[in-house]
Nanobody, 123 residues
């Protein structure tokens, strides 16, 4: 059974940093595009960043460009999200997801999801 397990969330002050990790199991990891999404209370789930199978191509939402970095380690079946210069508006539950579709961006295009890790940024 495929599992994606996020970790690394927590409470941080504005301007601080967090590194989220996502461990995958029972998944042909290297053939999946991976994404980080977030969902704030009362809002729809939105893409934060995604990374191609090899890690060579990345995409970022405008709201996080220059502050967040997505990376993956196919040997360890891990994907990461380094978040710097955090803002209160980054507060949300963050999810990692895996997609067989190479160009997947929308949540509905992703096949597997983790349970999420909560990030709270205080002002």
């Amino acid at each position: 059974q495929v599992q994606l397990v996020e970790s690394g969330g927590g409470l941080v002050q504005a301007g601080g940093s967090l590194r989220l990790s996502c461990a995958a199991s029972a998944l042909a990891f290297s053939v999946y595009a991976l994404g980080w999404f977030r969902q704030a209370p009362g809002k729809e789930r939105e893409v934060v960043a995604r990374i191609s199978r090899s890690g060579a191509v990345t995409y970022y939402a405008d709201s996080v460009k220059g502050r967040f970095t997505i990376s993956r380690d196919n040997a360890k079946n891990m994907v990461y999200l380094q978040m710097n210069s955090l803002k209160p508006e980054d507060t949300a539950v963050y999810y990692c997801a895996a997609a067989r579709q190479i160009s997947a961006i929308l949540p509905r295009e992703y096949d597997y999801w983790g349970q999420g890790t909560e990030v709270t940024v205080s002002s």
